[in-house]
């Protein structure tokens, strides 16, 4: 990988180790040899061609199908960037080099670019339909296993916000914590004399248990399945004394509603655990 490449992965937020060390075993999964590229295509064969957009969205994901092209040694120029809004038909990355391993880097560089400009597009509609309130959309840890700093890299190219990034950055109590423990008092008390100035979010699903959550200190409040109703009560009782996310059957049909009842973020775990790929080809010259 170039210094140039790796200084702009380092710059998203991104490892550049972490993404080679995927993007190789993307491109090991294909096998030793094409074995429909290799007899027709000769050796000293080279193609041109432009990866597309076939639809409106926002991209992401670009610096990461560079580092394919890398490995393969394929020339590529980016004509996005990550978190552009783009128009079918409009070019994100123009390629050259021998066509066995143009070939070879397209659906490992698609899979990759797809994936994260649905997740960015996905965000984006998000976002776009939240305008005008203070609530963003945020993501959670319904990631796919090894993916998930790009997922939620891809989030935050749409305008979405990141939530923790696993279980060792910040403390989360639910349902499950709260039984155990005997009362949400109990759980928050026990984590703050382990973790006196770590990030706690207290997970709610009734008005009582906000008050209690309240009355602890608690500084993040997450409103599990409460109607809009329950949503806007909950804000007027805490009436800035901590931040609230709303989660739980939240659709995007529904986010601008949830948005207005005043809570801070909106918790969308399909952001990332079921995104529709964006739709792009490679056209070659």
């Known amino acids: 990988m170039t210094p140039e490449l790796s200084q702009k992965l380092k710059d998203a937020g991104l490892d550049p180790q972490a993404v ?14 094409d074995v429909t590229s290799e007899p027709i295509f000769a ?12 639809e409106a969205g926002v991209v992401a994901g670009i610096p990461v199908a560079a580092v394919v092209f890398e490995l393969l040694d394929v020339a590529y120029e980016a004509k996005a960037a990550d978190g552009d809004r783009v128009v079918p038909g409009q070019v994100l990355i123009s390629v050259e080099g021998p066509t066995r391993a143009v070939l070879r880097a397209e659906r490992t560089a698609l899979n990759l670019l ?28 319904k990631t796919l296993p090894g993916l998930r700093a790009l997922q939620k890299y891809a989030v935050a190219c ?3 916000v990141n939530h923790r990034m696993g279980l060792h950055d910040s403390a989360l109590i639910k349902d499950n914590h709260v039984a155990a423990a005997g009362s949400v008092t109990k759980a928050y008390e026990a984590i703050r004399a382990v973790y006196p100035s770590l990030h706690v979010q207290v997970e709610c699903d009734t008005l009582d248990q906000v008050e209690e959550a309240l009355a602890v ?13 329950e949503m806007a ?45 964006f739709d792009i080809g490679l056209d070659f010259s």
Request: proline share 2%; glycine share 12%.
């Open 20 to 33: 080679e060390n995927l993007a190789r075993t993307a491109l090991e999964e294909d096998g030793p040899v």
């Open 43 to 54: 050796p000293d064969a080279v193609s041109a061609g432009d990866f597309r957009a076939r």
């Open 114 to 141: 797809t994936h994260l400009s649905g997740i960015a597009t996905a965000a984006r509609r998000w976002t776009d339909a939240m305008e005008g309130t203070k609530a963003r959309v945020r993501d959670t840890r």
């Open 158 to 160: 749409g305008g979405g």
């Open 217 to 229: 200190g608690a500084k993040s409040i997450l409103l599990d399945n409460m109607t809009d109703a």
């Open 233 to 277: 009560e909950a804000v007027r009782l805490v009436a800035g004394r901590a931040e609230l996310e709303a989660s739980g059957g939240l659709t995007l049909e529904r986010a601008r509603d949830v948005a207005v009842t005043g809570v801070d973020y909106l918790a969308v775990g399909a952001l990332t655990h079921s995104a529709r790929v």
